[in-house]
């Protein structure tokens, strides 16, 4: 499988920078890839090959409102993605404790709850420890990517 389809939530762009640094690395190492900004159930369902989400946190441990409807579809109409290989990185700030990272565990368990196979656990990035997210965020798309290898 060499196509991906990249799914961001993003509130003031870091995500979304984030997201569109990994679309470029995975095209230089061979991969397709496509970029949903404003992510929706279509997104997944309209779409082949593995999804990977990039997704900050917002509010107390929410997602953005521009990936909210891609959770709702997920979560209320339960598409039939079993097996679908994916992967969650979200950019947070360990500053906001119970609620850190709350975003990508939303969305990896509506993964994991519709039995899509997740090739890696859950990224992830701590603003406080990580002032350029793409730093850490490229190298484990990389890799990510290369588990679909197998499929
Ligand atoms: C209003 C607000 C609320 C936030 N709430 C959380 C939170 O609950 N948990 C968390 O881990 N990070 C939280 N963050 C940190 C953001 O996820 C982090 O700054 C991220 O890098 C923002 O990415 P973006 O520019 O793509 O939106 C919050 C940030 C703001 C400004």
Not at 94 to 108: P, R
Not at 126 to 133: L, N, R
Request: with cysteine.
């Amino acid at each position: 499988m060499k196509h991906i389809v990249i799914c961001v939530g993003s509130v003031y762009g870091a995500a979304l920078e984030t997201a569109k640094a990994i679309r470029t690395a995975l095209q230089e190492e061979g991969y397709t890839a496509e970029l949903h900004d404003a992510p929706t159930l279509d997104s997944v369902t309209q779409t082949e090959g593995a999804i990977l989400v990039c997704t900050s946190t917002t509010g107390t441990g929410d997602l953005p409102d521009n990936i909210a409807p891609l959770y709702i579809g997920l979560t209320n109409d339960f598409p039939n993605i079993v097996g679908r290989p994916f992967g969650v990185i979200t950019l947070g700030d360990s500053s906001y404790f119970d609620t850190y990272g709350g975003a990508g565990d939303l969305i990896f368990e509506a993964f994991t709850e519709l039995a899509a196979k997740p090739l890696t656990p859950l990224l992830k990035i701590d603003a406080q420890e990580t002032a350029d997210p793409e730093e850490v965020a490229v190298p484990w798309a990389k890799e990510w990517a290369r588990q679909l290898d197998s499929f």
